[in-house]
């Protein structure tokens, strides 16, 4: 027997399939297919929230600079916000990198339900639904090399 793919919910071996302690012999499963659902505009709102969240203090600190230069007050003054608004952008850079760090975990959790189906015993059954686009990827192309093996 060989292991496919194998987590906490999922188990794919060359004679079944074990979803949420569900067991579906690959034998008969006749038709595996998956269906998109529709887009989740909240968590794409939240992609565009940690965006702005990491630009926005950058363009803060780049906006102060060119305040400063066209106010033309005294070279004092202009150094005086020309730091403040340098230091507001270095102090963004270790915030920046958590921000964009969970920005890329967003691109892998997706924006959509995503569905393995199967026609099990004559009738449409589904598999499995998660959010998470990339375990679902692992967990599709597990199940097909699966079938082709068998």
């Not at 079944?16 to 690959?26: Q, S």
């Not at 038709?31 to 909240?42: D, E, K, L, Q, T």
């Amino acid at each position: 027997m060989v292991e496919y793919y194998s987590d906490d919910s999922v188990q794919i071996t060359s004679d079944i399939l074990r979803v949420d302690g569900r067991t579906y012999p690959l034998r008969e499963l006749v038709r595996v297919w998956h269906v998109r659902g529709r887009r989740s505009w909240r968590r794409l709102a939240n992609r565009g929230m940690l965006a702005a969240a990491v630009i926005g203090p950058l363009v803060a600190a780049a906006i102060g600079v060119l305040i400063a230069i066209l106010l033309s007050t005294s070279f004092g003054v202009t150094v005086a916000i020309v730091g403040v608004c340098c230091l507001l952008g270095f102090c963004a850079v270790p915030v920046a990198d958590i921000l964009l760090n969970r920005l890329d975990r967003s691109y892998d959790r997706g924006a959509r339900k995503l569905e393995i189906w199967a026609t099990w015993h004559g009738r449409a059954v589904v598999l499995l639904t998660t959010d998470d686009a990339h375990r679902f990827g692992q967990i599709y192309r597990a199940l097909q090399r699966a079938m082709e093996s068998g």
